[in-house]
């Protein structure tokens, strides 16, 4: 008997990745928005194949359960949103800012990782009244050398191996890595167009994208908002230093460091992270 399911007339199932999109200026955006009540706005990093959804899957649900509207974007030249010719803080604030607006969110608390923190708090400081709190995790966003692992994510040349070797780096606990999570992250890296999209965006000499990046420690002293700061200790991307500058610098900071956890703290420490994001912002 055939499988109803298998009928080739059978709609093909939905893509989790692909949710809401927005037309935000010329860019057209993929972002999910779930729940009710006070918003957050989470914004993933920079590795190959990412997605809003592949970065912040396992923690949407607590988030959007304990009171929170969870809105997260594919930020552009990034998964399912639209490509950008190169790097630029300016054209990433502006898309943030235009979804906020069409979204009708005056001011969100915000939760950045990596790539995300430093955007979180160039936010922050370009746009204060859009700002009510923030979280920041294995954040870039200061002066740091590049690692060989943030290295290896920018150099990305498709292949499974290369893949399974990302997420290797990425996480401290090594069941975390499963060749089914790499050909899934793989599949979304050669997504037509996506590999070149995505190799525009940190091209050589790559430590000048760090620093780009990078806000002064006169800028930081500036940032009034409260701030946490996550980050496993045992990152192999960004390094632990760079929590430390922020602690030091940001006048309204605290760090939170878990050990035996690398760059995916959202995913490794899902159940912990949630909890501790929920007491942050009731504060």
């Known amino acids: 008997m055939t499988d109803p399911a298998a009928s080739p007339l059978s709609p093909a199932p939905p893509d989790p990745e692909i949710a809401t999109e927005a037309l935000i200026g010329e860019l057209r955006i993929n972002y999910h928005d779930v729940g009710d009540g006070s918003p957050l706005l989470l ?19 607590g988030l959007a359960q304990a009171g929170h509207r969870v809105v997260a974007p594919d930020i552009p030249g990034f998964g399912y ?5 190169g790097f630029s803080i300016d054209r990433w604030l502006d898309a943030i800012s235009g979804l906020l607006d069409h979204l009708g ?12 923190g430093a ?34 994510v920018w150099a990305y040349e498709p292949s499974g191996e290369a893949m399974l070797e ?26 037509p167009g996506a ?7 940190f091209p050589e000499p790559r430590q000048r994208w760090i620093e780009a990046m990078a806000l002064s420690p006169e800028q930081l ?8 700061l996550i980050h496993g ?15 030091a610098n940001l006048p309204n900071s605290q760090a939170h460091i878990f050990g035996q956890c690398g760059h995916w703290v959202q995913i490794e420490k899902a159940t912990e992270f949630v909890d501790l994001l929920v007491h942050w912002f009731a504060v």
């Open 233 to 247: 200790h045992d990152d192999l991307v960004v390094p632990l230093e760079t929590t430390m500058t922020l602690l």
């Open 195 to 201: 590999q070149e999209a995505y190799s525009a965006l």
């Open 221 to 228: 002293a500036a940032i009034d908002k409260p701030f946490l």
């Open 81 to 85: 949103s639209d490509p950008v010719p």
């Open 105 to 116: 969110l005056d001011k969100v608390s915000i939760v950045g990782n990596s790539f995300g």
């Open 43 to 61: 914004v993933h990093g920079s590795g190959p194949g990412v997605t809003a959804w592949a970065n912040w899957r396992l923690v949407i649900p």
């Open 166 to 191: 990302l997420l290797r780096i990425f996480a401290y606990n090594p069941r975390f890595a499963t060749r089914e999570l790499a050909e899934l992250r793989f599949k979304a890296s050669v997504r």
């Open 119 to 152: 955007l979180a708090l160039h936010l922050a400081t370009r746009l204060p009244d859009r700002v009510d709190r923030a979280v920041v995790m294995g954040s870039a966003g200061v002066s740091f050398q590049l690692t060989e692992g943030l290295e290896k």
